[in-house]
């Protein structure tokens, strides 16, 4: 027996491939979610983890600003306590050539001369006072050329003048200081002071 199929097959063909191609297109579409959600929460995992390093490091760098502000601060203390030693240091030597240099001058000026005043500038030193005559002016910067404390002595001005009746010669002179003499002039004042405080005691 013969069977005709009198339903439009082309029609049911038809609505077969559309429920198809919707099929697809719901998974296509459902797909293209499922990696757009993906590569979303991938990224947003990227930077939050990248905001938290940032985080971490501007962190860090605030200690770091502390500490070197720190080790300034500590640098700056050490050069003042640096300064402050130099300068104990250099009144501690100072103090040791004022004591020679003075017994240095005792030593050295004569006795037809009289000193009124002593500065020093520097390695400079000015000496200024009275004398009996030119003569001894000059007898006192040989003394003190002769001297390892001294160097260069000049004679800046001399000029007569009348004090308290008698006729003397008012001078100023300058003299170098030797900023190292050599260790047996060091060595022989050193021994004069303690020969000194032998002999009070």
Known sequence: MIRINLLPYRETERQVRRRQFAWMAGLLSLLGVLVVWGVHAILATGIAHQDKRNRFLQAELIKLERQLTEIQAIREKNQVLLARRNVVESLQAN??????????????VPEGVYLKSFRQSKQQLYLGGYAQSH??????????????????????????????GARLNEFDLSVRLVE??????????????AERGRNQS
Do not use: G, K
């Open 180 to 193: 190292r003499p050599d260790s047996s002039a060091q060595q022989e004042v050193i021994d004069r002071h």
């Open 95 to 108: 103090r040791v050539q004022v004591v020679q240099v003075l017994d240095q001058i005792a030593r050295r």
């Open 135 to 164: 003569v001894w002016v000059s007898r006192l910067m040989r003394s003190l050329e002769a001297s390892p404390w001294f160097e260069s002595p000049l004679l800046i001005e001399i000029r007569a003048v009348t004090v308290n």
